[in-house]
């Protein structure tokens, strides 16, 4: 089975501040695909990013950054310079890539951080 | 120009009662979900669907049946409402066949509240 754990119940920043989401997941797929998803007030879940097991590459878009790390069964999520919209519960998600087996095409959600960022 | 859509987004009911909730897709996906998260925010996947044909299967009571007249439309049908089934509910799709490879879309979701 896979699993998925998010730390930080709640962290709280003022604006401007940078701030790390932990994600650690477990699994034993060799294969396997990791994500974050954005949970604003409004209630909706919004894809943020997706990466392969066999990409270790950091990726950044904007503000946003990631750090994805095999050897620690980590994939952590840094805001850079926070601002109030980026107020939401961030979920880490994991899906698992080996074909035929029971965590194939399932998201597994870690618990989710709320994020509050004060103005 | 809505990419997962579910209708309705609030359903208020009592115990005992049938519904439905609606979902439908317009991004030509050929994988769709459910997916319910309860009070404290967890997530869990209940159903999937593959060009209407069921592929997941999480442990779920009975009373809940999932359908889908097409590859573009999932529906949850929820027969004999219970407290416990108070939750918001969610609807996915992805792109292909091969599901895990592929991001799901999340609808906006639809939250049920049993009295």
């Known amino acids: 089975a896979q699993k998925v754990t998010q730390a930080q119940t709640e962290i709280s920043v003022v604006e401007k501040e940078d701030v790390t989401l932990d994600c650690v997941y477990e699994?034993?797929?060799?294969?396997?695909?990791l994500f974050w998803y954005k949970q604003p007030p409004s209630g909706e879940l919004v894809f943020l990013i997706r990466?392969?097991?066999?990409?270790?590459q950091n990726e950044i878009s904007g503000r946003y950054s990631w750090n994805f790390q095999k050897s620690t069964s980590s994939f952590n999520f840094t805001i850079t310079a926070s601002q109030v919209v980026d107020s939401a519960v961030y979920f880490c998600?994991?899906?698992?890539?080996?074909?035929?087996?029971?965590?194939?095409?399932?998201?597994?959600f870690g618990q989710g951080t709320i994020l509050t960022v004060h103005p | 120009d809505t990419a997962v859509s579910q209708t309705p987004k609030y359903l208020v009911t009592q115990m005992g009662n049938d519904k439905s909730i609606k979902c439908e897709q317009n991004?030509?996906?050929?994988?769709m979900y459910w997916y319910k998260q309860d009070s404290k925010k967890f997530l869990k996947i209940m159903f999937s669907?593959?060009?209407?044909?069921?592929?997941i299967n999480e442990t779920v009571p009975n009373r809940f049946s999932p359908k889908s007249p097409d590859k573009a439309h999932l529906n949850l049908h929820i027969n004999s409402l219970e407290l416990g089934d108070s939750a918001v509910y969610f609807c996915?799709?992805?792109?292909?066949?091969?599901?895990?490879?592929?991001?799901?879309?999340f609808g906006p979701g639809t939250r049920l509240t049993v009295l």
């Open positions: 996915a799709s992805s792109l292909r066949t091969s599901g895990a490879t592929d991001t799901q879309y």
């Open positions: 699994t034993r797929d060799t294969t396997y695909y």
């Open positions: 990466r392969n097991s066999f990409d270790e």
């Open positions: 998600a994991l899906s698992g890539g080996n074909a035929g087996g029971t965590s194939y095409g399932k998201l597994t």
């Open positions: 991004l030509g996906h050929d994988t």
């Open positions: 669907y593959n060009n209407k044909e069921l592929i």
